[in-house]
């Protein structure tokens, strides 16, 4: 399974650097470059706005959303550096529709269309001489609408992090040149690169992630500011503040290697914060804003955006798993009832599962007294702990089961943290046995 996906990896990989290498040769072909700094993690279920986290989509499954963005004045001249002369992009309002597909349970491909609605440019002030616009006596342009450069991914996770600290992601990606340079939608070439997702699951409601690139572009020499190739360095938090609510912050740093760090000019730098908010299980609302931390190109004074996100995991196959069955004292299950990291919420996948427990209880009312519903963990955590998250667990698959129309009263709950092991701890393997739920009858 390894080797067959290092060979995908590095397919992929071949594949990108094909289609980005022509972006130097495309040089002499671009005469500006985009505007657009807010790139949304389009393979994220939404726990971040624009810095990925190590987990992807699951097999069969689908994510996809959009997002409205609003930047005001992201590229100006000024004179001296940091004193507004004039505009160049002084509004920029962009719709990012995106969508992404796992093809694996390890590797997913996706899509970002970003479409700039209003497009409040100014190409005089860019390629004539500033000098002229002291006086506020240069030409105004209509605002208009403009495709950007269409951006294609594959996301390869590397490490999972479902059941411990640290995870790992690899994503090569390429832009296509659809979006016109010369009003700063697209770059004027193809471009591409690959960044690196290192996450950390450091709490059950906080998470934090890392990423790392590179992006080659072509080269572009534009009122004193050298475009071309770029280190991309983002940091992202999320912090569930209740359940169905999150608080997110994120830091993003996109300096031009061209005279590394000598132009403050060059290097576009942007803070962000916002919420996450559960509408329903599959549907996320986010919204938020930020602000240039520089000078750089695409660097806003400000950013208003918001986006609505919904992501769908495949039922297990019902013909390659057997159904619950009914013992004299518990109802047995083959399938393991799967939670999030850390975690007390009942991933979707294992919804059909449970859907049949319930049905088999309530068609079992006559003739049982109660069910106990019993939660188990693994060994990661400490005593205390395991024993608090065991306990929520099954109180999950109790409220689950009552929203399915099985009477409340009929439940109990306990847990047994990590006090009752069914197979090592020493493995992944056996730990993912042991977090799992038990259901215990009594008859009447």
């Given amino acids: 399974m390894m080797i067959k996906r290092l060979k995908s990896i590095s397919l992929a990989l071949g594949m990108m650097a094909c289609l980005a290498a022509p972006a130097t040769s495309q040089a002499a072909l671009s005469n500006g470059f985009s505007s657009i700094l807010f790139n949304p993690a389009i393979s994220n279920n939404t726990d971040l706005f624009t810095v990925y986290r190590a987990p992807n989509i699951a097999r069969g499954g689908w994510n996809a959303g959009f997002y409205l963005d609003w930047a005001r004045n992201p590229i100006e001249v000024g004179a001296p550096p940091g004193v507004r002369q004039a505009g160049i992009v002084d509004n920029s309002i962009t719709g990012n529709f995106y969508g992404t597909y796992g093809i694996t349970d390890w590797l997913s491909v996706g899509v970002d269309i970003p479409v700039i609605f209003w497009n409040d440019v100014n190409p005089v002030v860019a390629y004539g001489n500033p000098a002229v616009f002291v006086d506020n006596t ?79 572009n072509g080269k572009v020499d534009l009122n004193n500011v050298k475009f071309g190739n770029q280190l991309l360095v983002s940091l992202g938090i999320s912090i569930k503040i209740i359940e169905r609510l999150s608080f997110i912050a994120e830091g993003q740093m996109d300096p031009i290697l061209r005279d590394f760090f000598d132009n403050e000019v060059q290097v576009p730098a942007e803070a962000r914060g916002g919420f996450r908010i559960k509408l329903t299980d599959n549907f996320n ?14 660097s806003p004074d400000w950013r208003a955006f918001l986006g609505l996100n919904y ?4 039922a297990p196959c019902p013909a390659c798993e057997a159904p619950p069955e009914v013992e004299a004292r518990k109802i047995t299950i083959d399938q393991m009832v799967h939670f999030a990291f850390d975690r007390a919420v009942i991933r979707p996948q294992s919804y059909p599962i449970l859907d049949d427990v319930a049905s088999i209880i309530k068609s079992n009312l006559n003739s049982i007294s109660n069910v106990l519903i019993e939660g188990h963990t693994d060994s990661i955590g400490s005593d205390n702990y395991n024993m608090r998250l065991s306990e929520r667990r099954a109180n999950s698959v109790r409220n689950y089961l009552t929203n399915k129309q099985v009477p409340a009263g009929i439940l109990d709950t306990a847990g047994f943290g990590e006090s009752r092991p069914i197979a090592t701890n020493t493995t992944a393997e056996g730990r993912a ?12």
């Fill in 138 to 216: 240069f030409t105004t342009f209509d605002p208009q609408t403009n495709l950007g450069d269409i951006r294609i991914e594959f996301k390869f996770r590397l490490r999972d992090n479902e059941d411990r600290l640290l995870g790992i992601a690899l994503i090569p990606f390429v832009y296509l040149p659809s979006g016109p340079s010369s009003v700063f939608a697209g770059n004027g070439g193809l471009s591409g690169g690959a960044l690196v997702v290192i996450d950390f699951n450091i709490h059950e409601r906080v998470k934090l992630a890392l990423n790392l690139g590179f992006r080659a």
């Fill in 285 to 298: 609302l986010n919204v938020g804003g930020g602000a240039g931390l520089t000078i750089g190109i695409k």
């Fill in 311 to 314: 992501n769908w995991a495949p």
């Fill in 433 to 444: 046995k042991n977090r799992r739920v038990e259901f215990k009858v009594n008859s009447k």
